[in-house]
């Protein structure tokens, strides 16, 4: 069993965040809770916590956010930088988002940002976190993800969500039915592309003739030889061995066709924020990647809902545990010698960011929208998170993984807004917190 030290469970309250108005997160059966840093009785484990020794794994979140007072391309090269800067660190993996129209975020293409970093990087592993379905066509998504898990060694996976009720969906044409109900018929024609060699499409959102898939993702993606891949080859001419990677193609995610067999081509992950999108990567045998703002509760609650529409769906409890392992918990990660320092890093950084990048969303019809104060959401994430000295990092890392069960984490490093900080960060995130995860 992992260890949880008592620093975890003392340290700072575990926050919560509250059901968005008309979103309700409820499990099947007794409600679960937990106390910080206890483990969840067998009953309430099976199927939600993953009772091995698989080591947690860390990846860094990067959003390529514009501080106030940036340029768009000081945004992108800062994470480019921290790109290269999380595999120097041994980090397992980066993730990176797109948004439109707000500087919230200023990469609009996720897939194309993770063609770049797959060419400067030679190890780590790089994902989409995530790429909007409302608002691109799944066969042009389904031929870059292709591409990318055939170039990269399969180094390369899919996240995707269906967004936001933006005005995006009237600038690309998609509409609102898109974002509101279309995302699993999107989702469906993007695994067959991802999985077939012919795919064709009559439904109500895409109807097109059979056609080929080409590349084809199921290939066998180009394996480095091992010299590559313990880095004696870097041109650099710095060793730098990758104490993340698990094996030589990436982080493959085990994920299950319906005949419950591992796929080949890129792994696919979902973005999960309300009941129908857990539901939706259940029923297709996908792991989810649960966002920022979620306690360790709401995970809970979102596995034990996970669990029960994949029950419903037929499959079985060991494949649910093989697919549980593959979770990822996005996050908040900032290093310092001192609790205080971490937290007024980001206290000074990070709510003029979320006042001006948030505030700048446009809903797709007029409809109202409401903004978190920036300043307590700021307070709330450095409270969930791994924000503080390496040694309350590692233990708030251990601890979510001892309640939930789920070992891979997507950090938010650059919440700093400082390039140079970003890449101390990252660099203090490998060397001092990565050693304490064992």
Avoid at 26 to 53: C, E, I, K, N, Y
Wanted: proline share 7%.
């Amino acid at each position: 069993m992992t260890r949880t030290s008592a620093r975890a469970e003392t340290r700072r309250p575990v926050g919560v965040r509250p059901p968005a108005p008309g979103q309700t997160l409820t499990a099947a059966g007794a409600a679960v809770t937990a106390t910080a840093g206890t483990p969840l009785p067998s009953a309430q484990r099976a199927g939600t916590a993953t009772a091995d020794t698989a080591p947690v794994r860390v990846g860094a979140f990067l959003l390529s956010a514009q501080f106030p007072g940036q340029t768009h391309g000081e945004a992108l090269d800062r994470t480019v930088r921290a790109a290269v800067a999380a595999e120097q660190a041994g980090l397992d993996s980066v993730w990176l988002a797109e948004h439109h129209f707000v500087p919230y975020g200023v990469c609009p293409n996720a897939a194309t940002l993770a063609a770049l970093l797959l060419g400067r990087t030679r190890r780590i592993g790089v994902g989409t976190a995530v790429s909007v379905l409302s608002t691109t066509h799944p066969v042009t998504l389904g031929e870059q993800a292709a591409l990318l898990h055939l170039t990269s060694g399969g180094r390369f996976t899919l996240g995707v969500g269906r967004g936001g009720p933006w005005i995006d969906l009237d600038v690309f044409g998609s509409g609102v039915d898109a974002f509101e109900g279309g995302f699993p018929e999107r989702l469906d024609l993007l695994l067959r592309w991802l999985r077939g060699s012919r795919v064709g499409a009559a439904g109500p959102q895409f109807s097109f003739p059979e056609v080929a898939v080409v590349p084809r993702a199921t290939e066998p993606p180009r394996r480095p030889d091992l010299g590559a891949w313990l880095g004696l080859d870097d041109r650099t001419g710095v060793l730098r061995f990758p104490r993340q990677r698990q094996d030589a193609d990436g982080p493959a995610v085990e994920q299950l066709t319906t005949a419950g067999r591992p796929p080949a081509g890129p792994p696919v992950i979902v973005a999960c924020t309300s009941p129908g999108g857990v539901r939706s990567a259940a029923e297709r045998g996908l792991p989810m990647l649960l966002g920022m703002h979620s306690g360790d509760e709401d995970k809970l609650h979102m596995l034990e809902l996970y669990r029960s529409a994949w029950l419903a769906a037929g499959r079985g409890e060991e494949q649910l545990r093989r697919v549980s392992r593959q979770h990822v918990a996005a996050g908040v990660a900032q290093v310092d010698d001192r609790t205080s320092a971490a937290r007024a890093t980001l206290l000074r950084a990070m709510p003029g960011w979320f006042e001006f990048g948030l505030g700048a969303h446009r809903t797709v019809d007029g409809r109202e929208r409401k903004m978190r104060d920036p300043r307590q959401y700021t307070e709330l994430l450095c409270d969930l998170h791994a924000v503080g000295t390496p040694q309350q990092c590692a233990d708030r890392l251990l601890a979510t993984a001892e309640r939930t069960g789920i070992r891979r984490f997507a950090l938010l490093a650059e919440g700093s807004g400082d390039r140079e900080a970003t890449l101390h960060n990252i660099a203090r995130l490998g060397s001092e917190v990565l050693p304490q995860l064992g």
